[in-house]
């Protein structure tokens, strides 16, 4: 059984700081695109910014410049440095893993709990 689990999130001031972490447990063989999105109330879930195996990147253009995304393969994680966060950044974020499963030998996709972001004055 794969499981992500997050952390990290909490209430911020804006122009402040945060960095999120997603570690994948379980029965994993391999990790293909890991990745972040948010969903704030009343609203779909969007991209954030995603990071494939080899280290490219793709970021969401309202998020551009101020956040960053890394992953460390060798222990399963990947990050989310948001610098210069805005309210309009309140929102719910949850951490996203194409993992290749070492029981059904498949690929499918992963979703952490989820870890709620607010900013706020």
């Known amino acids: 059984q794969v499981q992500l689990v997050e952390s990290g999130g909490g209430l911020v001031q804006p122009g402040g700081s945060l960095r999120l972490s997603c570690a994948a447990s379980?029965?994993?063989?391999?990790?293909?695109?890991m990745g972040w999105y948010r969903q704030a109330p009343g609203k779909e879930r969007d991209l954030v910014a995603t990071?494939?195996?080899?280290?490219?990147?793709n970021y969401a253009d309202s998020v551009k410049g101020r956040f960053t995304i890394s992953r460390d393969n060798a222990e399963k994680t990947v990050a989310l440095q948001m610098n210069s966060l805005k309210p309009e950044d309140t929102a719910v974020y949850y951490c996203y893993a194409d993992i290749v499963d070492s029981i059904i030998f498949r690929a499918r996709d992963y979703w952490g709990q989820g870890t709620q972001v607010t900013v706020s004055s």
């Open positions: 990071i494939a195996f080899g280290g490219s990147t």
């Open positions: 379980g029965s994993i063989l391999g990790i293909n695109d």
